[in-house]
């Protein structure tokens, strides 16, 4: 089946350092590939998606491109904040009709940034 | 945005009662909601899908009669925690899903961090 994996945490990195969290999937067809973000005692968020192969999405700085030759959907960041210090998940939706199109869900990454 | 709220964010309750979780969609209409539990530094197992005005699926190993889910309209679905127990302390995070837009998004609540003592 469909599956998420990436790197485990945590992360802990000075404020202004470039940020890379690995992500890589399986899945049959043509996923949508999402990453969230948790900050400390708060919901989920969507932080950005990629609805098919070679799209990037970005948002607050963050980036990921959907590669579907190496099936990966690495999140970057040239210059991490404290503020950024967070969780952050991994997730696809599979294009397939059924199963109510759920998310699968990566481990999620802890990030910690130091002034 | 859409805003998904939950109610209560947190409670403590003695171990052998109940406890119901709510999830609204604040201001757009779900047929799909989702719950899920979270562990401490583990990711997020969904425990069940919930469509409105029919019975939830729930996932393998979730039991039915000890989480019930009731969705009883498109804007409220409620998770309630039968003869709690001290292995049942977790975060329960809520989705729901646009069903007007038809993105398949999901917005998540804040989640309900839930002790039993």
């Known amino acids: 089946g469909d599956s998420v994996t990436q790197m485990e945490g945590p992360v802990t990195l000075s404020e202004e350092a470039f940020l890379t969290i690995n992500c890589t999937y399986t899945?049959?067809?043509?996923?949508?590939l999402f990453w969230y973000v948790q900050y400390p005692g708060e919901g989920l968020q969507l932080l950005l998606k990629a609805t098919k192969a070679d799209d990037k999405g970005s948002n607050k700085g963050f980036e990921a491109t959907y590669r579907k030759e190496t099936t990966s959907f690495h999140l970057e960041k040239g210059s991490v904040q404290v503020s950024d210090s967070a969780v952050y998940f991994c997730a696809l939706r599979g294009d397939l009709a059924g199963n109510n199109r759920k998310l699968i869900w990566g481990l999620g990454t802890s990030l910690a940034v130091n002034p | 945005g859409a805003v998904v709220s939950q109610h209560p964010s947190r409670v403590i309750c003695k171990s052998g009662t109940s406890v119901k979780i709510e999830c609204r969609s604040l201001?757009?209409?779900?047929?799909?909601m989702f719950w899920y539990r979270q562990f401490p530094k583990k990711s997020l197992m969904l425990m069940a899908t919930?469509?409105?005005?029919?019975?939830?699926?729930?996932e393998q190993g979730v039991e039915k009669d000890k989480f019930l889910i009731n969705h009883a309209s498109l804007t409220l679905s409620t998770l309630t925690v039968t003869s709690a127990h001290p292995e049942d302390s977790s975060f329960y995070i809520c989705?729901?899903?646009?069903?007007?837009?038809?993105?398949?998004?999901?917005?998540f609540g804040p989640g309900t961090r839930l002790t039993v003592t």
């Open positions: 201001d757009f209409q779900a047929t799909t």
């Open positions: 899945a049959t067809g043509y996923p949508s």
């Open positions: 989705s729901a899903r646009d069903s007007v837009q038809g993105t398949y998004e999901q917005y």
């Open positions: 919930s469509n409105e005005g029919s019975k939830a699926t729930y």
